[in-house]
């Protein structure tokens, strides 16, 4: 069995991966009413306390460990570092050195593109260049990512977002109209009710967009009385045009490459079903596409496989 650990800012998570079946079990930290992101120091309190919790629950005392993946950063590049990291670290290191497991490290960012591979069965792709689009709360990139000896796999950033990301959008949308945070969930249902259509233009700085402009709008909407599922389904159809631009321009660039779509804000029902409808692309399941420890068993199992 391999065994993954992800700690990221918003949710405790660890997976087994046998090679073929995974068992993932994870936790959503809590954030008070009102409010639009957690301190690190809460985050790290929060993960400490969950984590003999969900390994509780994992049930698989008699499992024989052979590696252990770990995310220690939020990217693969100098400088990228939260504390909240650190709790999947420790417990990582620990079970590495108590069984004897060979243990790996690796970023967030691999975790969730390993993730949406296996959740989309195309783990193969490692072997090949491809685009991917990492689209949270703290990240909305396009990333050029190509096979690496070492990583497994490298990116590089080839388009983002100029400013506000869209998670960051779409929560701040969410607590302004009194819902709790994160909010993707509650904007993904109450745009289900709207039956007003939007064509959005979205703002471009070459391949890079700007979202800094959906928060202002949806703000103005709410101040003046715009039903909430009106301002959720704006929302979600800016973002959705800005992603579906930069796809069409960054095609343009780099060929017709395979397009792989994670992270959290690509679960949502309304952007997946745009980007589908007009490319050949690949999603993770939602259980996939949310943070999660599975694409760090999977980094785990594929590292062990390449020694």
């Known amino acids: 069995m391999y065994l993954g650990f992800d700690t990221s800012n918003y949710t405790t998570s660890v997976a087994l991966f046998d090679g073929v079946k995974m068992y993932q079990e994870k936790q ?11 301190r690190q120091s809460d985050a790290v309190f929060q993960h400490t306390v969950n984590m003999p919790v969900l390994l509780e629950r994992l ?22 570092y939260m ?28 975790s969730h593109i390993l993730a949406a591979l296996y959740s989309a069965d195309r ?25 690496d000896e070492r990583e497994l796999i490298k990116n590089k950033v080839i388009a983002q977002s100029a400013d ?10 969410g607590v302004m109209m009194g819902y709790s945070f994160p909010s993707g969930k509650i904007l993904d249902e109450l745009s289900k009710k709207s039956d007003k259509n939007y064509n959005i233009k979205p703002v471009m700085l070459g391949l890079d967009c700007s ?47 395979p397009l792989l779509y994670a992270g959290g804000v690509m679960s949502n029902s309304l952007i997946k079903s745009n980007i589908m409808r007009k490319y050949n692309a690949y999603f993770a399941e939602p259980v996939y596409s949310c943070d999660n420890a599975c694409g760090l068993a999977v980094y785990a199992y594929l590292k062990d496989k390449n020694e």
């Open 123 to 147: 783990l193969d792709l490692i072997n090949e260049r491809f685009i991917a689009f990492h689209v949270s709360g703290g990240t909305t990139e396009a990333l050029l990512v190509e096979p």
């Open 28 to 38: 959503l930290l809590t954030v008070k009413n009102g409010e639009r992101g957690l």
């Open 211 to 257: 979202l800094s402009g959906i928060e202002n709008k949806a703000k103005a909407m709410f101040e003046s009385g715009e039903s909430e599922q009106n301002i959720s389904k704006f929302v979600l159809c800016s973002i959705s045009a800005a992603i579906d631009k930069m796809t069409e321009l960054l095609l343009e660039k780099y060929g017709d490459l």
């Open 83 to 110: 504390p909240c990291f650190l709790v999947g670290k420790n417990n990582a290191v620990s079970v590495s050195r108590f069984t004897g497991a060979r243990l790996y490290e690796t970023s967030h960012q691999v």
């Open 164 to 173: 506000l990301k869209a998670g960051q959008a779409i929560d701040r949308a």
């Open 59 to 80: 049930n698989f005392q008699d499992t024989n460990i052979k590696a252990v993946g770990v995310s220690t950063r939020p990217r693969n590049i100098d400088g990228s």
